[in-house]
């Protein structure tokens, strides 16, 4: 927002923050580290006047950014400790693997587009978020080498849960993600692994962009 004066920028802070807290982000944690992953970075630079508005917005390939409120929502429901390790499936802009940076010691994050996952490894390492590591490749696989992770994110809608991505979870892991099919009506699904299975748990509608198997040809 460089032509927006001080105040006006200071104040659309506040009431991006004001506007999670309103909607039930109630983590003290998670509303820092929204605070601190300066948003306006992530998204392209048309759409820098808008990025601390509570809304999904495009980056390239087709992709978008999710609206600040599910980011925040995902994040607190992974209930993250400071020495988890966590795997992200769909990069997109980086964004999502920055805030999970704050929460947890480790994330490995995976993107389907090469140019997307060229652009987050480049911001994140500019912005000083070194505990995130970005591969390019199919998330279906996950990324069986760093595994068991403490928790999963997927933040693209898939039509039915990757056994592959439980398997790479550890023991009490929780894995988040965005279920449905694609263009339809989505929920966000939480499960829990323990010694006598998986448990589910259904949260809030959302929509997101679909979770595409393998890496992208294109880019
Ligand atoms: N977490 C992102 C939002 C990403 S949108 C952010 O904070 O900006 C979802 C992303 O998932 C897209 O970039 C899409 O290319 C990616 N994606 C979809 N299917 C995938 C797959 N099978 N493996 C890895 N990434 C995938």
């Known amino acids: 927002m460089?032509?927006?004066?001080?105040?006006?920028?200071?104040?659309?802070?506040?009431?991006?923050?004001?506007t999670l807290r309103r909607r039930g982000i109630g983590d003290q944690a998670v509303l820092r580290a929204m605070d601190e992953v300066p948003r306006g970075?992530?998204?392209?630079?048309?759409?820098?006047?808008?990025?601390?508005?509570?809304?999904?917005?495009?980056?390239?390939?087709?992709?978008?950014?999710?609206?600040?409120?599910?980011?925040?929502?995902?994040?607190?429901?992974?209930a993250l400790r400071p020495h988890h390790r966590v795997l992200e499936v769909g990069t997109g802009s980086g964004y999502q693997a920055a805030v999970l940076s704050?929460?947890?010691?480790?994330?490995?994050?995976?993107?389907?587009?090469?140019?997307?996952a060229e652009q987050a490894r480049v911001r994140l390492r500019a912005l000083g978020y070194d505990n995130v590591e970005v591969v390019t490749g199919d998330g279906f696989a996950g990324v069986p080498g760093k595994a068991p992770y403490d928790r999963i994110i997927v933040t693209a809608?898939?039509?039915?849960?990757?056994?592959?991505?439980?398997?790479?979870?550890?023991?009490?892991?929780?894995?988040?993600?965005?279920?449905?099919?694609?263009?339809?009506?989505?929920?966000?699904?939480?499960?829990?692994?323990s010694q006598t299975g998986i448990a589910r748990e259904n949260l809030i509608a959302v929509r997101f962009v679909p979770l595409l198997p393998g890496q992208a040809q294109e880019l």
């Open 41 to 78: 970075q992530f998204v392209e630079p048309e759409f820098a006047e808008r990025a601390y508005a509570d809304h999904a917005l495009p980056i390239e390939c087709g992709q978008t950014i999710s609206q600040p409120y599910v980011v925040a929502y995902m994040t607190e429901q992974l």
């Open 157 to 193: 809608a898939a039509e039915q849960v990757p056994q592959t991505l439980i398997d790479q979870l550890g023991d009490d892991g929780v894995m988040i993600l965005p279920l449905g099919p694609h263009g339809g009506s989505q929920h966000i699904i939480k499960l829990t692994k």
């Open 102 to 116: 704050r929460l947890a010691r480790e994330v490995v994050s995976i993107e389907r587009y090469r140019t997307l």
């Open 2 to 18: 460089p032509n927006q004066p001080r105040d006006a920028q200071a104040e659309e802070h506040m009431e991006f923050l004001l």
